[in-house]
């Protein structure tokens, strides 16, 4: 079967005239390297989960940093796909300095869970909380298995920070979106799940079969 | 998630602690700079000198400083000092960034700087929130919270929870404190502590031992006190974050309000006390804000220990003041 952009579009909610960089790849910047066919294919035969990428005392961030999240973004793709998984629409929101309420600058992973517990994206995308500062040794928390009620109790999206290396950030958004998706940390050196970073960046097609069933993946 | 600085570094010779410091001044890129500095206080006891510069060095991006300044607030060594001065400084980032280690970790000299800090819509509550941290440590008159009564509150929950406290062994109490020491938080010498489990959630409640012991229930009625944190446990690492900050402000005639607050100076819980005798209770409800679920927490503390009731609904509501997201292209 031929692969149609239209189809892909439609299928991640685009319709009319779209932007193939900043709507069909969700891009902030306008990187190089990106393959519009190799996407297509993935959001037409993949099941998919979708992303809020949330910017959380937005003012602070350079454009080195949209280029970071972008190519973090592309390589949580790539490693998806290695179990049939996309990352299908992937859509950019805001909160301001002073909405913040002083969680831009993360202390410690309480202070992270706050930030998912006060802020939802009203949708039934994966609600990914982008900060330029998290101390200590820690560098993204995400909840296990998250619920898709998002206004259920409990940690209800993943913190990332952003550590100023594409290939840093991208292992750390991979591994706590698939933190939400249902898998848990394996000792594995190899395994995208092993704790630390870095790490091969692999999934087994059990994790997989897990990530796909989730109730925010969608076909 | 966390960066394998052990792996990266072997064991911590002073070779590799020589490389990571070269990470931190920005002379190496084998790591990401954010993560190494934000974990030298945990790794060199003799990292002081260089989070100082580079908390201090306008050439450093802002959020890299901004975390120079989260790990001098976690050495045992910290220099007030240094992050007083930044409380100062002209970027809004890196002031709030120190007004938020000062309320955790300040002395009493540490009010005269907040006092100056400047007047800013981002920066103010921070300010009140910190000179008010400090003022409970310290029992100091003014900077006082707004009262617990003032705040709205959550309708009662429909259904219950049950909570089992105990004090926790030797082992808990050991996990508890080595990873609370590696925040920037000034913790009473000697606690206190319980474990809190209720339904899949852990804490642990953890108290100024002083004040327990001994036991003068009569001293609640009058002071200004910080009384300890409610600890989140991690249930992957198993490792506590400091939580909700537990106040108490005496009202006379053995009464006092008692709130536990966030780190940005939200009100979670908040009510009353009351001395009964020689048995301190409480009663302390949810606030209205976005995420909570109608809670109440009830207890006492006495010669026979500590007793506690959680009664929660068994979801939370979102509120009406939920934050609106801005939505760019």
Not at chain 1, 149 to 170: F, L, P, Q, R, Y
Not at chain 2, 100 to 110: F, P, T
Request: net charge neutral; charged share 20%; proline share 4%.
């Amino acid at each position: 079967m031929a692969l149609s952009l239209r189809n892909a579009a439609a299928k991640i909610g685009l319709s009319g005239n779209f932007s193939v960089i900043h709507d069909f790849f969700g891009c902030l910047t306008e990187p190089s390297g990106l393959s519009v066919m190799t996407q297509t294919d993935r959001v037409t035969s993949f099941r998919r989960v979708d992303m809020n990428m949330i910017r959380v005392g937005a003012e602070q961030f350079t454009f080195a940093d949209l280029q970071e999240i972008d190519a973090a973004v592309q390589n949580t793709r790539n490693m998806y796909a290695q179990v049939s998984l996309a990352v299908g629409r992937v859509l950019h929101w805001q909160i301001s300095n002073a909405e913040a309420n002083g969680y831009d600058d993360i202390g410690s992973d309480d202070e992270a869970s706050d930030l998912t517990d006060d802020w939802t994206v009203p949708n039934d995308a994966l609600d990914i909380f982008l900060v330029l500062t998290y101390a200590g040794s820690t560098i993204g928390l995400s909840a296990v298995d998250g619920s898709c009620n998002k206004d259920a109790k409990g940690m209800d999206g993943s913190v990332v920070a952003i550590e100023g290396s594409a290939n840093t950030t991208g292992f750390v958004l991979a591994h706590e979106a698939g933190h939400y998706l249902g898998l848990s940390h394996v000792n594995d050196g190899t395994n995208l799940m092993n704790p630390t970073v870095p790490n091969g960046g692999s999934l087994t097609s059990s994790q997989g079969s897990n990530m796909r069933d989730h109730c925010f993946v969608k076909a | 998630m966390s960066v394998d600085i052990k792996a990266f570094s072997g064991a911590l010779t002073a070779s590799t602690l020589s490389k990571l410091h070269a990470v931190a001044i920005g002379e190496s890129a084998e790591l990401p700079r954010m993560r190494v500095i934000a974990s030298l206080p945990l790794l060199d006891a003799n990292a002081r000198p260089n989070l100082v510069k580079i908390a201090g060095d306008t050439n450093v991006p802002i959020r890299l400083r901004k975390v120079a300044i989260h790990s001098l607030g976690r050495l045992k060594d910290r220099p007030l000092d240094v992050i007083q001065r930044h409380a100062l400084d002209s970027d809004v980032g890196i002031a709030a960034a120190a007004v938020k280690i000062l309320g955790r970790v300040g002395n009493a000299d540490s009010l005269s700087t907040l006092e100056r800090v400047r007047s800013d819509s981002i920066l103010k509550p921070r300010v009140a929130f910190a000179a008010a941290l400090i003022s409970h440590r310290f029992n100091l008159p003014g900077h006082e919270l707004p009262s617990v009564k003032s705040a709205t509150y959550l309708d009662l929950p429909r259904a219950t929870l049950s909570v089992k406290a105990r004090t926790t062994n030797a082992e808990e109490d050991a996990t508890i404190r080595s990873t609370l020491a590696q925040h920037a938080l000034a913790l009473p010498t000697a606690l206190a502590t319980w474990d809190l489990e209720c339904g899949k959630k852990r804490w642990a409640l953890v108290l100024d031992k002083s004040l327990l012991s001994p036991w003068k229930p009569d001293q609640f009625a009058t002071k200004k006190q910080y009384l300890g944190q409610l600890a989140t446990r991690n249930h992957v690492t198993g490792t506590y974050a400091p939580g909700l900050a537990f106040l108490a402000t005496g009202m006379g005639s053995g009464r006092l309000e008692v709130g536990m607050y966030r780190s940005s100076g939200q009100l979670i819980f908040g009510g009353e006390g009351h001395i009964e005798g020689e048995v301190f209770r409480f009663s302390m409800r949810a606030t209205d804000l976005p995420g909570a679920s109608a809670t109440v927490l009830e207890g006492s503390y006495g010669p026979s220990g500590l007793d506690l009731k959680i009664s929660s609904a068994v979801n939370r509501t979102r509120p009406a003041l939920q934050p609106s997201l801005t939505k760019i292209s």
